[in-house]
């Protein structure tokens, strides 16, 4: 089932998010700040693990994209860029961050996205 977990967007955000995600009919979920400590699989509804973990709570948007493939997820990655609904950090589910918590996801996006910006400022020079 194509899923989309939703994390820190303004209620504005939110709404046009899962608007397109309905015209999409893709399943839509805010996950609340006490959810966050479950492991990935659980939120999407694949696991009854009902453990939770503890870790550092976060403010940013981010979004996790579960069972789009090929032409779906190009399509929704399109149709947020036309729709100007900006979220700097988005995860499509894999084997691997399926057992990640939303607080471990969220770090692994951030640590992502400074290696890349170190990279970029290294490959130019600065």
């Known amino acids: 089932m194509s899923m989309v977990l ?8 939110d709404a046009k998010l899962k608007m397109l995600c309905r015209k999409l009919n893709i399943t839509s979920r805010t996950v609340e700040k006490h959810e966050y ?45 036309r729709k100007k609904i900006s979220v700097p950090l988005k995860a499509i589910q894999t084997e691997t961050n399926m057992g990640f918590t939303s607080y471990e996801l969220y770090h692994e996006l951030c640590a992502e996205r400074e290696a890349i910006q170190r990279g970029m400022i290294a490959h130019n020079g600065n």
């Open 37 to 81: 400590g479950h492991k990935l699989s659980r939120l999407l509804g694949l696991s009854d693990d009902s453990s939770v973990f503890a870790g550092e709570d976060f403010d940013g948007e981010m979004l996790y994209i579960a069972d789009l493939r090929g032409g779906m997820l190009n399509l929704f990655l399109d149709q947020l860029r």
């Open 6 to 13: 939703i994390y820190n967007l303004s209620p504005e955000k």
